[in-house]
Nanobody, 122 residues
Framework: VQLQASGGGLVQAGGSLRLSCAAS????????MGWFRQAPGKEREFVAA???????YYADSVKGRFTISRDNAKSTVYLQMNSLIPEDTAVYYC?????????????????WGQGTQVTVSS
């Protein structure tokens, strides 16, 4: 399985970005996809997850601002990030798990993308 994240960049506070993660190697539609992030000097933290029936799960810190979605025909998961704040600055990673339930625990995710940098300036 390969996961390729893209779409990061530099944006001013209050702005928006959309991250994409293209997956290959197994039947994308069967698996839960997640987004995590890691800021310098901090542990990797959960952002959002989506399952095969488009049920979603968000970290409290991004609820109402970020939206996770997927396009199974393109084997791609997206993270639409609105109302960005400097605290959202981090490297964002997509991940895939064969688990049957939505989870924010990075341990249950089997495959990880390479990360894409998001920087929000104040």
């Amino acid at each position: 399985v390969q996961l390729q994240a893209s779409g990061g960049g530099l944006v001013q506070a209050g702005g928006s970005l959309r991250l994409s993660c293209a997956a290959s190697g197994r039947t994308f539609s069967r698996y839960i996809m997640g987004w995590f992030r890691q800021a310098p000097g901090k542990e990797r933290e959960f952002v959002a997850a989506i399952n095969w029936s488009d049920s979603t799960y968000y970290a409290d810190s991004v609820k109402g601002r970020f939206t996770i979605s997927r396009d199974n025909a393109k084997s791609t998961v997206y993270l639409q990030m609105n109302s960005l704040i400097p605290e959202d600055t981090a490297v964002y990673y997509c991940a895939e798990t064969g688990s049957n339930s939505l989870s924010g625990n990075p341990i249950v995710y089997d495959y990880w993308g390479q990360g894409t940098q998001v920087t929000v300036s104040s």
